[in-house]
């Protein structure tokens, strides 16, 4: 499997056994190029999947930013939010929070690759985690260094969904401490929302700011052209209407998202606010100045985001299907 990785981390405890054993046993969990024994291609595989899916779909980029936030802030980065409904489970696809969420068969797609190359080997939360990392470069955002080793849960957490995924109009404290629960400050957090510099929001997120009347921290012009995209204070959700996140650079993963919320600019009552709070606006006008900035910052939060109390060792297991946990 991974022979290298236990030999190291064995070698070490054994030198440094009374003294570091109970603080390292937790670093040996997740590692760089966890597969390089038993899947050598793997992150090569997943790159190129993502690319391919990229150029025919280029939303599905867009799409493996948000798996990563909605899988690894719930819990664990254990793939929970890949796992369809069927008997004794009911999909975190369908909740509330997930509403919008795409393109959830092109995981399938790196998955036959990964499976044809080395069957029941890599799992599925890795290959949330990569694609989102892979995503990102091809939105030209920053590359970043990913560890490896995630395991697959064989539950998924519907009902914690609500409770802990934020709402579009939750308050800035309640996502700040989300985030600092998992590790992530104020100015990691500040980071993470920049992903809202691509994609899109459908009007039954947004609306609640256009009517009956629009809220006061929204531009003005920008409010009469978003009533344009919703038109209605009660839109139907099966109808596709929607607004880009960002009008000027909707698939570029880049500091627009700052200077539209200071302008404001932002879609959602979260967006805006932390151009507002001061535990963030600080951070939201130095984004805003230095796309270098915002690209390390969100590099190193991402990094957290990812690693949020992996499944390793002989936890969970590897899906040969990322939509069902495996029968056996
Ligand atoms: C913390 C508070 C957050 C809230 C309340 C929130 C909420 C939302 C909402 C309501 C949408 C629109 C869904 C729709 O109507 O289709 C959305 C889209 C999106 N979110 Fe977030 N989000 C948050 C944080 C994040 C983070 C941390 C990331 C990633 C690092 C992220 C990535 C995305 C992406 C990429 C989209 C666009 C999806 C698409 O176009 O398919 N969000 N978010
Ligand atoms: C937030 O928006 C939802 C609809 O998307 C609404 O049901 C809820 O009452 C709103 N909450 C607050 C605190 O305004």
Request: hydrophobic share 35%.
């Amino acid at each position: 499997m991974a022979p290298n990785r236990y030999h190291l981390c064995s070698s070490f405890i054994f030198l440094l056994l009374p003294l570091f054993l109970q603080f390292y046993s937790g670093k040996c969990d997740l590692q760089f190029n966890y597969y390089s024994g038993s899947c050598p291609k793997a992150e090569e595989i997943i790159k190129q999947e993502v690319e391919k899916l990229y150029y025919k779909h280029g939303n599905t980029a867009v799409s493996w930013v948000r798996n990563l936030f909605h899988d690894c802030i719930l819990k664990s980065c254990d793939a929970s939010v890949l796992l369809e409904t069927v008997k004794g489970i009911e999909s975190e696809q369908k909740s509330v929070r997930s509403f919008g969420m795409r393109n959830f068969k092109y995981v399938g797609t790196i998955k036959e690759a990964l499976e044809k190359e080395c069957p029941s080997t890599v799992s599925c939360a890795d290959i949330v985690s990569l694609s989102a990392r892979d995503g990102i470069v091809m939105l030209g955002g920053p590359r970043v260094e990913m560890k490896t080793g995630r395991r697959d849960s064989q539950e998924s957490y519907f009902s914690d969904v609500e409770k802990v995924i934020p709402n579009h109009n939750d308050s800035i404290s309640s996502v700040l401490s989300l985030f600092q629960s998992v590790g992530i400050d104020a100015e990691g957090t500040a980071a993470l929302l920049g992903a809202h510099s691509v994609g899109r929001v459908h009007c039954t997120n947004l609306v609640d700011r256009l009517y009956p009347t629009v809220d006061t921290t929204l531009d003005a012009d920008y409010a009469v052209y978003l009533k344009g995209r919703c038109p209605t204070p009660n839109p139907d959700p099966k109808q596709v209407e929607y607004a880009r996140n960002d009008r000027e650079t909707p698939m570029i993963l880049d500091n627009m998202y700052y200077k539209n919320i200071l302008n404001h600019k932002g879609l959602l009552g979260i967006d805006q606010q932390l151009a507002s709070d001061p535990r963030t606006a600080p951070y939201v006008q130095k984004m805003a100045d230095d796309n270098d900035y915002f690209r390390e910052q969100f590099s190193r939060a991402i990094v957290l985001l990812s690693e949020n109390s992996p499944l390793t060792e002989e936890q969970g297991e590897i899906r040969k299907d990322c939509r069902y946990v495996n029968t056996n």
